[in-house]
């Protein structure tokens, strides 16, 4: 009987250790990601998901403010493709970010706009001319490629995309291999290309934010 | 000159477009028919300040175009699409949705409207012409500004008090054009500042389809930040 109960009791303690460790994926998270209408209020609410237990975000304030002592501070919007926290002029966040643009050269007014954040990115595509209103136009739909594998990004918002941890992981590893998002729109299909510097600072910022250790 | 005062007419209608409205607050769906009073419309000498928040738009507007109002008065230009529902983001009253309809006779009187989730904005100009065979011909433009609009609603229609081209949008109005039998031109009547006189005029099938999406049941709410669910 005593047996019993020891190898009872053993077995409890095993198991509770792995039971707090069970950490999901916010792949599996993003509706609830959505409800909670930021990536630190769903840190607050399921603390177990691999992306809060591992990474940087407002959920550890003093880990992101050593983070934020290795890159630039831009009010507003930091430049093109640069990694920088940028403080946003509304709320005052320091939130990180890598912008970059793709358009032709001979037509500089219209092409994308890329805003790579953590987990998600957004994009749109502008036309404008001299005298008209500038024109946004969101994706309803948006892949990207890269290393030969093909991603479906999940739509946030408008304009909004969640990256998905495999996307993440494979910029970690390869931060020089070409991106390219192919983005549905209701004037066509359009490819976008992500410069190499671009790609490049993307990863600095997921490897500064410990997202390498998400994966 | 009637170029310069057709285009001058037109850019000032495009320009008054039917983004939220100072009168509106909150969206169709929240304001009633007796609440909703357009403060332009009050005629008083009293000095007034209203504050009124910028709207947003919710989810489920990603396919329209996104359209920044960033050209001010010296750009007359405006190549905006009619008969489309377009997403406007107005850097005064924020954002919005809209239809832009025009109604004329090619070199003639025009009529033209823009169909806002938050306001009506109905205006134009008619043309009379003078003279002709031997004598020189004389045209002239005169402005108008509709003040009274009448929409069908099934077996009733209804009657809209505006003033200065302006509608203040109630639910009533936005189910009465959301519920418009699809597939066909609609017919609208208005009546301008200063005259009794209740003109018919068509709106395009399009404009008719675009009121679906304008006008769609939904209550303003803040849309998530993409910032914040990506950090």
Known sequence: ?215 | MINIISSIGFGALLAISATPGLAQVGNAGGASSAAAQNVFCEKNLRATVTRVSKSVLPSGYSDLKDVQLNSDFRFPKNDLPYSQALALNDPVRGQSVTVYDQNFVPGGSKVSSAWGRYEITLGGYWLLSAGGGLAERIATFIPFEADILWIPDGNSFLVIKGCNGRFTVTSEIAAALRNYPAGRNGYIRFSTEGTGSAVLSEIGKDTVAAWKKVYANWAPEAPPRIESLGF
């Open chain 1, 1 to 215: 009987m005593a047996t019993a109960v020891a190898l009872s009791t053993g077995l409890t303690l095993a198991s509770a250790p792995a039971q707090s460790f069970q950490a999901i994926s916010l792949d599996d998270r993003i509706l609830e990601l959505k409800q909670a209408g930021s990536l630190a209020a769903l840190c607050a609410q399921e603390p177990q998901v691999k992306e809060c237990r591992f990474a940087i975000g407002d959920w550890n304030p003093d880990e992101l403010e050593r983070a934020k002592l290795a890159v630039p501070t831009c009010f507003d919007q930091c430049m093109l493709d640069v990694f920088g926290f940028y403080k946003d002029s509304e709320t005052l966040r320091e939130i990180p970010a890598v912008r970059t643009k793709d358009f032709d050269a001979a037509a500089p007014s219209r092409g994308f706009e890329i805003t790579f954040y953590p987990v998600a990115l957004r994009l749109f595509r502008y036309e404008g001319c001299a005298g008209c209103a500038l024109v946004y136009q969101y994706p309803t739909r948006l892949t990207a490629q890269m290393g030969g594998q093909s991603f479906s990004l999940p739509i946030l918002a408008r304009g909004g995309y969640y990256v998905p941890s495999g996307l993440r992981r494979l910029i970690i590893n390869s931060p020089v291999s070409p991106l390219s998002f192919r983005a549905t729109t209701s004037e066509g299909e359009f490819t976008v290309n992500i410069s190499s510097k671009a790609v490049s600072e993307y990863a600095k910022m997921l490897r500064l934010l410990k997202y390498d250790q998400v994966l």
